[in-house]
């Protein structure tokens, strides 16, 4: 588990005032293996063919930026300004943040828009990747379910869709409302190759990403994560997918996380 | 006036590698030319407007110059939460053309109706929005739209209309009549109609206003000088061009001119018909526009 940037988003969630901290804490491991699997320097000078990556549930922001901080894409003193009055960073992702590639924050947008990107990368005869992060509870988009078909179809071999399956959604759990299940089946039916591992062990994630198959097709992890992972008292508890940690609720988690 | 449209296209195509073309599952017997001479620039998104949409956003960050083609219902209304937030919020630089206007559709009735469109998409900014008269007003267009960096919407008439004059810009008289006292300002194939009124009438001009947003606020301040009775007349509600028309007008605090609009009622219906049944039933018939013409005139 990265405590490391699990600090950073609790400090920036508290200090700006913020709220979705669970949605970002099971993100933590997904997004720093992401940017690990991608060429940074080339990001940094904004090169046609670099990697890129689209945080569809646009409201795990914090964790985005925070990732982001750690390799090196945003500044302290920027990030420091999260939630505040005149910053670019709020509480949803924004491409007018330098390095984030596309606007999220309404569901069911990413996708599409990685599939379009992977489609250009392969017109230009670029190998480079096209990560998407999208939210279990997403799913329930239907736009996404257009774009899996699509780039099952045109076996989009560069595009790599990662589910954050903490199996909750605002208002309870997901199979309570409409279960998503079984997303290996409906990935694999639409011509992805499909992993699924625990989605806070870094060495699987990468080991999926980094797999050399033959298949050719696009592939999707499916992350299976903890709301709220490492914070106990947030952990699969939807109070904290708005509440802001203040107070005596801010110091009980940082202690536990340091 | 698409197949002018689609000529247009292939010419740039074979000269602009920038251009990639993306279509909803529509132009059957149009667009084949494109996708056997450009492979690598084409794509059939099938029935899947949101999809279509964000992948278009997609490819603006590859610095690809989208062109997405669709039933002008379909490619506006159902995805409008992308034309938003992928396509204006980024100011990326997609044209959506859409194929069908106001009542071209008729008896297939109100679920291919297209006359609230160019309302869901003037809020939004950076947005350009384009309703061509003819195929000569297409031409301009298409010179325009191609190097526009920003989001665009042309509405394509089904029905063909010529001037049979090499218009000079996108907005312009189509007929000056230096007796008229009445001045109709129309867009997209309501222009047709209005130039057959003013046939039958003798005693009015047409101005063809294409480019809807931004709205030429230069053209309105003249328009407004030389005519003291104005109807906007289009086959689109009056959320269209006549609440922008309206708008500038207050904001020029224009207060001697009387502004008309002669446009399909704020109502989706209950019957069917062909789409000159229809035009007979919201006045928008050259016969019903003199009917009109001659109601204000007393």
Known sequence: ????????????????????????????????????????????????????????????????????????????????????????????????????????????????????????????????????????????????????????????????????????????????????????????????????????DEMMIDKSIKKITETGLPRAILCRTTKGKGISFMECNNLWHYKSPQGEDYEKALSELN | MRGDFFDKLHKEMKKNEKIFFLMGDTGYNLVEPLFEEFPDRTLNIGVAEQNLIGIAAGLCNLGYKPICYGISNFLIHRCLEQIRNDLCMHDYPVTLVGTSTGLDNGALWATHYVVDDIACVKPFPNMHIYSPSSVESINQIFDEVIKLPHPSYVRITKKSFKENIQTEQINHFVIKNENSKILIISHGRMTGNAVEASKISGKISVFAMDKIKPLDIEFVRILTKNYKKIIILEDNFNSGLFNSFAQIMIELHINDVKAYSISPKEDYGDNVGDTEYLDNQFGLTPQKICEFIEKIEK
């Not at chain 1, 099971?26 to 293996?33: A, G, K, M, P, Y």
């Not at chain 1, 595009?159 to 759990?173: K, T």
């Open chain 1, 1 to 200: 588990m990265n405590l490391e940037i699990r600090r950073t988003i609790l400090d920036i969630v508290h200090n700006g005032g913020a709220s979705h901290i669970g949605s970002a804490l099971s993100l933590v491991e997904i997004l720093d293996t992401v940017f690990k699997n991608c060429n940074i320097e080339k990001i940094k000078k904004s090169n046609i063919d670099r990697d890129r990556v689209i945080l569809s549930k646009g409201h795990g922001t914090s964790a985005l930026y925070s990732t982001m901080f750690h390799h090196g894409l945003i500044s302290s003193e920027k990030l420091k300004t999260y939630f505040k009055n005149g910053s670019v960073l709020g509480g949803h992702a924004s491409h007018h943040v330098p390095f984030v590639e596309h606007s999220t924050g309404a569901l069911g947008h990413g996708l599409p828009v990685g599939v379009g990107m992977a489609i250009g990368l392969r017109a230009k005869k670029f190998d480079s990747k096209v990560f998407v992060i999208v939210g279990d509870g997403e799913l329930h988009e239907g736009s996404n379910w257009e774009s899996i078909m699509f780039a099952g179809h045109e076996k989009l071999k560069n595009l790599i869709v990662l589910v954050d399956c903490n199996r909750l959604s605002q208002v309870g759990e997901l199979e309570e409302c409409c279960s998503i299940e079984p997303l290996e089946s409906k990935f694999r039916s639409n011509n992805f190759e499909v992993f699924d591992v625990d989605g806070h």
